[in-house]
């Protein structure tokens, strides 16, 4: 039986991508940066350990789950790095590049590394799969869900011990495509065990109250809005504090554990308060469709469009030129991506893994 789409649920997801094309946007100062980048990505990590728990993943088989999500996640991995790989080759024709560019591009498919923002699908692959993995594998022992949130976060202490092992070994591994290649290899499923507090933090916030994120149960509006919003201001002093944050490279700042602290009261803050609204259809349209935008908006040109778009016009505006610049590189980007979107579901369904839905008679 398949269950409801939780509007709020796809209302994060919205407000998570549009933090990210804000991130890499450069209009915002550079804290702000710092703040968002350790929000946005780490709440879809977050919100993927919650729908396991709503989706009640774990009572499935691996292979079922396996396939499910290598469908949902994999595939789109693969054929958004084919476009940036076709893409490169034609650099390459046009004389802008030359083919190592191409070889990175395919190093990073085949490792399942990811070129620029695709890194996040074969993360959150396989941070689902070992999360769901070791659930599994302690079903029927006694505090079974402390047992999988602690294992969970062994494996991701001893990820920071290797990574830290690795980076003084860096040179060894550049001096040849294929040792490179092993090293991203490794890195990739470190990046998905360093998620993996992430997808339980999500989970164990179900299980533990999934009367109310299921949608019966409910909080008094103001209080909860209020709750929401404190959660959220709490983590930014937090994430500043931490400093500079990169999923991609594996950089966590000064102190990682606030790191994931900062990450958690946020998503805590913004789950909250989204509950506690009613559909709102910009957000939902932007969650549903945050694949799209996460894979596209970067590496499709848009923010190169709007960046140089934003900078031809920007001298003719003497007052709050910094707002408008905000507002026209952000909202030519999401312009750029309805476009993209209509298109992406109408005609190319299988760069997302999903079929063609035929035409009513």
Excluded at 9 to 35: E, N, Q, Y
Excluded at 194 to 223: I, N, Q, R, S, T
Excluded at 287 to 308: P, R
Aim: some cysteine.
């Amino acid at each position: 039986m398949t269950k409801k789409r939780l509007d709020y649920m796809d209302m994060v997801k919205g407000i998570g991508i549009f933090g990210i094309v804000v991130m890499h946007s450069t209009t915002v100062p550079l804290k702000a940066i710092w703040w968002i980048s350790s929000v946005a990505p780490p709440l879809f990590f977050l919100m993927s350990g919650m729908m396991i728990g709503y989706t009640k993943e774990p009572e499935k088989s691996m292979k079922e789950i396996l396939i499910r999500k290598g469908r949902s996640l994999l595939t789109p991995f693969l054929c958004f790095s084919l476009c940036y790989i076709l893409r490169d080759i034609l650099r390459v024709v046009m004389g802008i590049s030359d083919m190592e560019e191409v070889w990175l591009g395919l190093n990073d498919m085949l490792t399942f590394w990811g070129s620029s923002v695709l890194w996040f699908l074969p993360a959150l692959f396989l941070a689902e799969s070992i999360f769901i993995g070791l659930r599994k594998a302690v079903t029927g022992r006694r505090y079974a869900l402390v047992w999988t949130v602690l294992l969970c976060l062994m494996l991701t202490v001893l990820s920071f011990l290797v990574n830290g092992m690795l980076k003084p070994l860096e040179g060894f591994f550049l001096s040849e495509r294929l040792l490179y290649a092993l090293l991203c290899v490794i890195r990739t499923f470190l990046r998905a065990v360093y998620a993996l507090p992430f997808v339980g933090a999500g989970y164990l916030l179900f299980e533990c109250f999934p009367e109310f994120w299921a949608g019966g149960k409910k909080l008094p509006l103001l209080g909860q809005l209020a709750g929401g919003g404190l959660l959220f201001l709490l983590g930014i002093p937090i994430s500043v504090a931490n400093g500079y944050f990169d999923f991609r490279s594996l950089s966590f700042g000064e102190i990682p554990v606030l790191f994931y602290l900062s990450a958690m009261l946020s998503f805590g803050g913004i789950l909250l308060i989204c509950k506690s609204l009613p559909p709102v259809k910009p957000l939902l349209f932007l969650g549903k469709n945050s694949l799209i935008i996460m894979a596209t908006h970067i590496d499709f040109y848009f923010l190169y469009i709007s960046l140089n778009l934003a900078n031809r016009v920007n001298g003719f505006i003497p007052m709050g030129n910094r707002i408008f610049f905000f507002v026209n590189v952000v909202g030519v980007i999401l312009i750029l991506e309805t476009a993209c979107i209509m298109v992406i579901n109408r005609f190319f369904p299988a760069l997302l893994g999903r079929r063609r839905k035929k035409e009513k008679g």
